[in-house]
């Protein structure tokens, strides 16, 4: 039995939040995420007819244009993504109501500051398991490894991120 597709608009209802949410968390620029999403979904509206339900769940389908927008962004900035905390125009403008931004909440800066912290994939693998909630085999399928494999990343992760906040009470005081 083939899976059914549900309509483009409904698609994009479901996931707009979760793919800005992965890229902001990538790029850490309010602006640049918000013309990067759109990018993502004109190109997967354009090509929409061509997923298979059957081969990926919309969710990683999506994940893959994003990851793939991400890599062209690198690529023709000439770049990778590194933003100064110091920086005015990186800052959120307080009075912008951002439904989708997890970031708003009175953590955002050491959120941000932990996120600098960590290199490209791990911010990636970040994005997917807390910002798009994504599960291991749908992680796994968008970076080509397996569930175990997406399990240890998430291990290692954690196990930086602790030494990163246990280092940095220790200079608190």
């Known amino acids: ?30 602006e640049r995420a918000e013309d990067l999403v759109s990018d993502i979904f004109i190109k997967a509206m354009t090509n929409y007819d061509r997923f298979d339900p059957s081969r990926a769940s919309v969710r990683t389908w999506l994940t893959n244009i994003a990851r793939n927008t991400l890599i062209d962004e690198y690529r023709k900035s000439g770049k990778r993504n590194t933003v100064s905390l110091d920086d005015e125009e990186n800052e959120v403008d307080p009075s912008y109501e951002d439904e989708y931004s997890v970031f708003q909440e009175a ?13 490209e994939g ?15 085999d749908e992680i796994g399928a968008v ?22 906040v246990a280092q940095e009470k220790m200079f608190e005081y």
Do not use: D
């Not at 597709?5 to 902001?24: A, D, G, L, Q, R």
């Not at 953590?107 to 290199?119: S, Y």
């Not at 911010?123 to 909630?133: I, T, W």
């Not at 970076?143 to 602790?162: D, F, P, Y």
């Open 1 to 30: 039995m083939e899976a059914q597709k549900e309509p483009f608009e409904v698609v994009y209802e479901k996931h707009f939040s979760n793919i800005y949410n992965f890229i902001y968390g990538q790029i850490l620029h309010r």
């Open 122 to 136: 791990e911010r990636e693998l970040v994005g997917m398991l807390y910002f798009q909630k994504m599960k291991n």
């Open 143 to 164: 970076l080509g490894i397996n569930a175990k494999a997406v399990s240890e990343r998430h291990r290692r992760l954690l196990a930086k991120l602790r030494k990163i």
């Open 107 to 119: 953590t955002e800066k050491e959120v941000r500051e932990l996120l600098q912290k960590l290199n």
